[in-house]
Every structure is written in C-alpha cells, then in structure tokens.
C-alpha cells in the first residue's frame, strides 16, 4: 500500500517528521532573526520578516524534497515525495492566512466597539477599508485552497494509481484469494479517496496547532481569572489541552467497537454479493434460503453498527456542543469586569477554537478513522495472501463456506 508509492515509507515519514521539528526549532532559535538574508523581499516590495517566514519554509521543504529524490530514486517520488512536501507547504500557508483573518477579527471588532460606543470616530472608509482587507485575504485563501483541493485529488489518485499497477501485475497470483477483485478496485479506491481527506486534515491540525498555539499562549495573559480554579498562568491552553484529551479519551472508550464492526460488515456484505455473482452464472446458486441467511448475517450486523453509533453519537456531540460555549464560560470574569475588548475577545475566542479542533482531530475524524483502520486491515491481510502467509486466509472468510455448505 505504501512502498508501491513512496520511497522507503518508514524511514521516509520518520525523517519527514524528524526534520520538520529541526527545521521548527531552527528558526525559533536561529534564523527568525536574520531578517531576510536573500533580498528578495526588496524586490517584491514587501517586509522583509514576511517575505523570509515564507522563503525559509519553502526552502525547508524544497531541500527535504530534493534529497530524497537524491537518496532514494522511485518510479512515483515526483509525485510521492515532491507532491507531499508541495501539499504540506500550501497546507502551512493557508493556516498563515487564518492567522491574518485571525488579526484582522481583533483589529475590526474594535473598530466597531468604537464605533458604537464613539459616534463618527470611525469614518466610512475605515470601516469598509477594513472588509476590504479582510476580502483580499479571504480571496486568496479560496484560491489556495480550490488549488490545493485539486493537486491533492490527483497526487492520491495517483497513489491508488500505484497500488492498481502492483496489483495487476500479480492478478494471475492473487485472483484466486477470496475477495481478490474487491480488495483490488473499491478497497484501493476507498483507501485512496479516506487518506486524502483524512491526511489533509491530519496536517492541517498539526500545522494549525504550531500556529495558533503560540498565538492563544500570548493572548492568555488578557485572562486573570477563570471560574473554580480562579488565577491560573495561561488558563486558556490548559484548558484546551485538557478538554481535548478529555475528549479523545471517551470517544475512543465509546467507540472502540466499531472498527471491528465495519470490518466484519464488509466480510458479511462481500459474501453476500459473491454468491449473487455467482448465482447469475449457475443455477443451483444464490437460492433463496442461502440468501436469505447471508442477508440475515448482514442485517445482524448492521443492527449491531446501528447501536454503536447510537451511544457514540450521544457521547460525540454532547461533547462537541458542551465544546462550543467552553471558552465563553472560561471567559465569563474577564468579560464581566471588562477585562477585555470587543476585538480581543473575538481573537481569544477564535484562537482557542483553532487550537481545540487541532487538539481534538482524533474525535472529529474517529467516524473516518474507523472505516479507514477497516480498509487497512483487509488491505493488510490481502498484502499478507500475496506473500503466501496461510493464515492470512482467516481475514477473508466470509460466512460464504458455511451458508451454502
């Protein structure tokens, strides 16, 4: 699933992972004071600390990019490789535009509180100056991402292009493994379409956390005191942390179930369409008493997914609505006693909302996680028959032997 596309998929990750956080602490500790070394802020006519954040992440990528291209040539590493560190770098810049429309929440919001509170303070021009900013933001931040969307749908086609091409080439191998053809075309299309969504939210959610982190750690010092616990030192990232695992911690305990669920539902769901197929070919298939015990064993088990979700969806979006008015109940004496403006509130509030969804990526994605860890095992056991593992047979048994005896 992996290798056929990426370059040495364990080391490759590792060191992905291992040089993003040298590269992060490199530029806290060293060269976020360099300015811009290169000039080219001068030419583009911007600031220069502006202009290097964004070289210095391009070149970061870029160099990690090209080395592997170097150290481990592949038959996909322009779009495996290249196309990862290319998706990674836009995913980081539209992040820094939700830093600036953070900004510009803070800027705007007090404007209008002057405005209010002050007649003629505030000039027209400044007010739709203002909406004018946040529309140029705002309109390359949709052009980033339709752009990004569309290189993302077509590196993981890509990718399910890879798995397609190593399959085929063994299907004289593997056409004989139970539940060969769906492994081969849905499984492969499922697994491709699940990693696009799901991986760009993971980055997305890790990007937007070493973003707005820092961000709501300077805006906690607004916050004196909080309700219960009265004055703690950066309430608000505590707070975040805590009801995020918080969080993670009963949605996995709620649903820990269902992957072993959504997996046995394709096993019953694949021998009820394979004695179908069979049964257009041959006469003495697909009778109906050994239908309706295949779609007996598919209904049973639907039922039970059914019950599952039930209580897991009490327990998800309890949770998540109580998450929607945390951070006014953790501001409620700082509002009262006016311990803010209007803007900075709407900053702190925005802030803390991009950090709490980073934080809680596990419990926003489980539903997908789950159906995702289905699809990897069936992939997993059909990789495991390819290599001749006999016990890998156990993962595809279907129910089907037993019903039509």
């Given at each position: 699933?992996?290798?056929?596309?990426?370059?040495?998929?364990?080391?490759?990750?590792?060191?992905?992972?291992?040089?993003?956080?040298?590269?992060?602490?490199f530029w806290y500790l060293v060269a976020h004071d360099w300015g811009d070394p290169t000039g080219i802020s001068g030419l583009l006519g911007v600031?220069?600390?502006?202009?290097?954040?964004?070289?210095?992440?391009?070149?970061?990528?870029?160099?990690?990019?090209?080395?592997?291209?170097?150290?481990?040539?592949?038959?996909?590493?322009?779009?495996?490789?290249?196309?990862?560190?290319?998706?990674?770098?836009?995913?980081?810049?539209?992040?820094?535009?939700?830093?600036?429309?953070?900004?510009?929440?803070?800027?705007?919001?007090?404007?209008?509180?002057?405005?209010?509170?002050?007649?003629?303070?505030?000039?027209?021009?400044?007010?739709?100056?203002?909406?004018?900013?946040?529309?140029?933001?705002?309109?390359?931040?949709?052009?980033?991402?339709?752009?990004?969307?569309?290189?993302?749908?077509?590196?993981?086609?890509?990718?399910?292009?890879?798995?397609?091409?190593?399959?085929?080439?063994?299907?004289?191998?593997?056409?004989?493994?139970?539940?060969?053809?769906?492994?081969?075309?849905?499984?492969?299309?499922?697994?491709?379409?699940?990693?696009?969504?799901?991986?760009?939210?993971?980055?997305?959610?890790?990007?937007?956390?070493?973003?707005?982190?820092?961000?709501?750690?300077?805006?906690?010092?607004?916050?004196?005191?909080?309700?219960?616990?009265?004055?703690?030192?950066?309430?608000?990232?505590?707070?975040?942390?805590?009801?995020?695992?918080?969080?993670?911690?009963?949605?996995?305990?709620?649903?820990?179930?269902?992957?072993?669920?959504?997996?046995?539902?394709?096993?019953?769901?694949?021998?009820?369409?394979?004695?179908?197929?069979?049964?257009?070919?041959?006469?003495d298939r697909a009778q109906p008493p050994t239908l309706y015990e295949l779609f007996a064993n598919v209904r049973r088990n639907y039922f039970r997914?059914?019950?599952?979700?039930?209580?897991?969806?009490?327990?998800?979006?309890?949770?998540?609505?109580?998450?929607?008015?945390?951070?006014?109940?953790?501001?409620?004496?700082?509002?009262?006693?006016?311990?803010?403006?209007?803007?900075?509130?709407?900053?702190?509030?925005?802030?803390?909302?991009?950090?709490?969804?980073?934080?809680?990526?596990?419990?926003?994605?489980?539903?997908?996680?789950?159906?995702?860890?289905?699809?990897?095992?069936?992939?997993?056991?059909?990789?495991?028959?390819?290599?001749?593992?006999?016990?890998?047979?156990?993962?595809?048994?279907?129910?089907?032997?037993?019903?039509?005896?």
């Amino acid at each position: 699933m992996f290798r056929c596309f990426f370059p040495s998929p364990r080391m490759f990750c590792i060191s992905a992972g291992a040089w993003a956080l040298a590269a992060l602490l490199f530029w806290y500790l060293v060269a976020h004071d360099w300015g811009d070394p290169t000039g080219i802020s001068g030419l583009l006519g911007v600031e220069e600390k502006t202009a290097w954040v964004y070289l210095y992440t391009f070149i970061a990528y870029a160099a990690f990019a090209g080395f592997w291209m170097w150290f481990r040539p592949h038959r996909w590493s322009l779009w495996s490789v290249a196309g990862s560190a290319l998706i990674v770098f836009v995913t980081w810049f539209q992040v820094q535009l939700d830093v600036m429309i953070n900004e510009w929440f803070g800027r705007f919001y007090d404007t209008i509180q002057t405005a209010l509170g002050e007649p003629g303070a505030v000039t027209l021009e400044d007010y739709y100056g203002q909406l004018a900013t946040f529309l140029v933001i705002a309109m390359v931040f949709i052009t980033t991402a339709v752009l990004n969307a569309f290189f993302t749908a077509h590196f993981v086609f890509r990718w399910r292009t890879a798995m397609n091409d190593r399959y085929v080439e063994l299907w004289q191998q593997v056409r004989h493994i139970e539940g060969a053809s769906q492994r081969v075309q849905e499984d492969a299309m499922r697994f491709a379409n699940i990693m696009e969504s799901l991986g760009v939210r993971l980055i997305d959610a890790v990007m937007t956390l070493v973003a707005f982190l820092p961000i709501l750690w300077g805006l906690s010092q607004h916050i004196r005191e909080i309700p219960v616990f009265g004055e703690v030192a950066y309430a608000l990232v505590w707070i975040a942390i805590i009801w995020s695992v918080f969080g993670t911690g009963i949605l996995a305990l709620a649903g820990f179930r269902l992957p072993g669920l959504e997996f046995r539902n394709q096993r019953v769901e694949a021998a009820f369409r394979k004695e179908l197929v069979v049964g257009e070919d041959r006469e003495d298939r697909a009778q109906p008493p050994t239908l309706y015990e295949l779609f007996a064993n598919v209904r049973r088990n639907y039922f039970r997914l059914y019950l599952n979700y039930l209580y897991f969806n009490v327990v998800r979006y309890g949770y998540l609505q109580a998450g929607v008015i945390l951070p006014y109940i953790a501001l409620g004496p700082t509002i009262v006693t006016a311990g803010v403006t209007l803007g900075v509130m709407q900053q702190i509030i925005r802030a803390f909302s991009r950090v709490e969804n980073s934080f809680q990526f596990l419990v926003n994605s489980w539903t997908t996680i789950v159906e995702l860890m289905s699809i990897y095992k069936r992939l997993a056991a059909f990789e495991r028959a390819i290599a001749g593992d006999d016990q890998a047979a156990i993962e595809f048994e279907t129910g089907y032997r037993t019903a039509v005896g």
